[in-house]
T-cell receptor
Framework: DTEVTQTPKHLVMGMTNKKSLKCEQH?????MYWYKQKAKKPPELMFV???????INESVPSRFSPECPNSSLLNLHLHALQPEDSALYLC???????????????FGEGSWLTVV | AQSVTQLGSHVSVSEGALVLLRCNYS??????LFWYVQYPNQGLQLLLK??????LVKGINGFEAEFKKSETSFHLTKPSAHMSDAAEYFC???????????FGPGTSLSVIP
């Protein structure tokens, strides 16, 4: 079973709001990812957690704050976002760098974020 | 640096016709290669992957892809298109398990009845 679950599916927030996106996987994967995707574009990597530690931050603005409470959960805390941050936010997971078969990344269904 | 190109940002085929989506990569060593599909308003779903076990890789929904080292290509094919195949397709490459996944720009497939 290759399932990554994301909530909420849709989120509308004002520029002064604080909200969070949540992600969960029960595949025993030790790497988890946040991607941002604009319409008709490929996903852009934001953050990577490896063994619950932040290993990659792709120079993402501090208004996005990731958190990995345990090996199954990944959150993305949002604060003071801008309208241009409106996008599909995808969570993903993989076995981790020591994994097998090219370390395939499995994606969730995404959270559609609209900033007004 | 690695890169992935997908020839044709938009491809249209008739229902029942052959689907061919092109992917070329640049890498100094044979990498791991992936095809993902994204249906409207959904996340990315893995179609198939090449990890050096076999050059012809079969995936879900009748798709397959062939790794050709000499051409640095990993084109995706399906013998007979179905209306449900209409989606965005992304080719992706990963040099090693420790490297980032590099996505191509995507190809939007339309299937004409």
């Amino acid at each position: 079973d290759t399932e990554v679950t994301q909530t909420p599916k849709h989120l509308v927030m004002g520029m002064t709001n604080k909200k969070s996106l949540k992600c969960e996987q029960h595949m025993g994967h030790r790497a988890m990812y946040w991607y941002k995707q604009k319409a008709k574009k490929p996903p852009e990597l934001m953050f990577v957690y490896s063994y619950e530690k932040l290993s990659i931050n792709e120079s993402v603005p501090s208004r996005f704050s990731p958190e990995c409470p345990n090996s199954s959960l990944l959150n993305l805390h949002l604060h003071a976002l801008q309208p241009e941050d409106s996008a599909l936010y995808l969570c993903a997971s993989s076995h981790g760098p020591q994994g097998r078969s090219g370390n395939t990344i499995y994606f969730g269904e995404g959270s559609w974020l609209t900033v007004v | 640096a690695q890169s992935v190109t997908q020839l044709g940002s938009h491809v249209s085929v008739s229902e029942g016709a052959l689907v061919l989506l092109r992917c070329n990569y640049s890498s100094s060593v044979p990498p791991y290669l992936f095809w993902y599909v994204q249906y409207p308003n959904q996340g990315l779903q893995l179609l198939l992957k090449y990890t050096s076990a076999a050059t012809l890789v079969k995936g879900i929904n009748g798709f397959e892809a062939e790794f050709k080292k000499s051409e640095t290509s990993f084109h995706l094919t399906k013998p007979s298109a179905h209306m449900s195949d209409a989606a965005e397709y992304f080719c992706a490459v990963r040099k090693t398990s420790y490297d980032k996944v590099i996505f191509g720009p995507g190809t939007s497939l339309s299937v004409i009845p």
